[in-house]
């Protein structure tokens, strides 16, 4: 069930400066104490540059979302579909590439309102799997994913700088 006080909205271009903002803060308040500075910095230069989002937020195959509270914004995902998965590509699956919380949401049932309202696209669009890649280290997230149906099903290669870390590929069906 949806929590009902959460709003969803698509992104178009207009949002890109927000988008690049929250990107950002809550990549580096998740991951900034366990990477290096030199990774991290590296990491967000080539992940959130103002190009690379604006690319992504055109491609017709990927969609993002925040999640707004009062009209403030707690998070965001991102999904992609066919080609523009990074992994997978199959038409019958949607990868789940990013789901971000800023942090004083944390905690709070907006992962899961969320996750659900991920779900809810997908059986909409009549997909049969959502899968994503979540750092192997990260065991808060693959609980949260495990409890969400989600299983290990693979690993594939992820590059934080100069570090080539593992991440667990976990899927669903739907």
Not at 99 to 122: S, T, W
């Amino acid at each position: 069930m949806q929590n009902p006080e959460l709003n969803f909205i698509r992104l178009n271009i207009e949002d890109l400066n927000e988008l690049i903002k929250i990107s950002i803060t809550t990549y580096k308040n998740s991951f900034s104490k366990v990477n290096t500075y030199e990774n991290m910095q590296s990491y967000l230069d080539s992940s959130f540059d103002r190009d690379k989002l604006c690319k992504e937020l055109n491609d017709t195959n990927s969609e993002f979302y925040f999640s707004k509270f009062n009209e403030e914004t707690t998070g965001y995902f991102k999904i992609n579909f066919g080609t523009s998965q990074t992994d997978l590509r199959e038409t019958t699956g949607m990868e789940l590439e990013r789901i971000y919380i800023v942090e004083k949401f944390q905690g709070k049932k907006n992962g899961q309102a969320i996750m659900n309202y991920i779900l809810e696209i997908a059986r909409n669009r009549n997909i049969k799997y959502v899968w994503l890649g979540v750092w192997e280290k990260n065991t808060e997230a693959i609980r949260f994913y495990k409890k969400n149906g989600f299983r290990i099903v693979g690993n594939h290669p992820f590059k934080m700088g100069n570090e080539i870390q593992k991440d667990y590929i976990m899927k669903r069906t739907i």
